[in-house]
């Protein structure tokens, strides 16, 4: 599980380098920009990266040498992250990051620690969501790992599909199927062949791409 408690109070004193660090282990595929900005979508707002934002925040995170901690605040200020969440109490924030990332609620000290750093203002909830993400591990690190492939795949398959991802009631869309992958991996793959099966491309687009690869 996440680093709940006494293990959350340590992970918290992490230095930026420390984070860093860490931000690149959670990488399965090494120091891709892409994929760890995957993982911020995933944390922040419970769906894969459009192709838009991910090409602009890898570009961004690349500038900052692959420190993800320097483009947190200006990620999370989005207006999207403020629009969904922004009406939710601190104790609702911290059990939607967990239920966001994990698909459960947070143990009992995870629950008072965070809340208390909430609370206090020593942390924002932009640091304590990437704090929990980095702190993933055992079954929690894998449904984050499942997530941020199964992200990959959709993002890499939008070319064969009529879906237009923009515009935030595409995002809800996008968010309740993330919402299905857990830590059955060929589980969260079907979920979206299955949402690509109902969305096809249309035959000038599928043509294209078949042009595309030809090339």
């Known amino acids: ?27 399965t595929g090494g120091a891709a920009y892409e994929t ?12 894969a990266a459009d192709p838009a934002g991910l090409t602009y925040w890898a570009g961004q995170l690349s500038s900052s040498e692959g420190d993800l901690g320097a483009i947190i ?23 939607n990051t967990y239920q966001q990332m994990f698909g459960r609620m ?6 008072t620690y965070w809340l208390g750093e909430l609370d ?3 942390k924002e909830l932009d640091t304590i969501t990437l704090d929990i993400l980095l702190g993933a591990q055992n079954q929690d690190l894998e449904i984050i790992n499942n997530k941020v492939e199964v992200g990959g795949y959709f ?4 070319s064969r599909s009529s879906f237009v991802y923009s515009g935030s009631d595409a995002a ?43 090339a």
Do not use: C, H, W
Request: a negative charge; hydrophobic letters at 40%; glycine letters at 8%.
């Open 172 to 214: 809800n869309q996008v968010k309740t199927l993330f919402d299905q992958v857990t830590s059955d991996l060929q589980a969260g793959f079907a979920v979206i062949d299955a949402f690509f099966a109902e969305n096809p491309a249309s035959e000038s687009a599928s043509a294209v791409a078949a042009m595309a690869q030809e």
């Open 155 to 158: 993002t890499g398959s939008l």
């Open 1 to 27: 599980y996440a680093r709940d408690g006494i293990e959350g109070r340590a992970f918290a004193a992490l230095t930026d380098k420390d984070r860093k660090d860490l931000s690149a282990a959670l990488d």
């Open 73 to 95: 605040s200006p990620f999370a200020g989005a207006p999207e992250f403020t629009e969904r969440y922004g009406s939710l109490s601190n104790a609702e924030l911290i059990e």
């Open 36 to 47: 760890v900005i995957q993982q911020a979508y995933i944390a922040y707002y419970g769906r």
């Open 120 to 122: 206090s203002g020593r």
């Open 106 to 111: 947070p143990g009992d000290e995870g629950r």
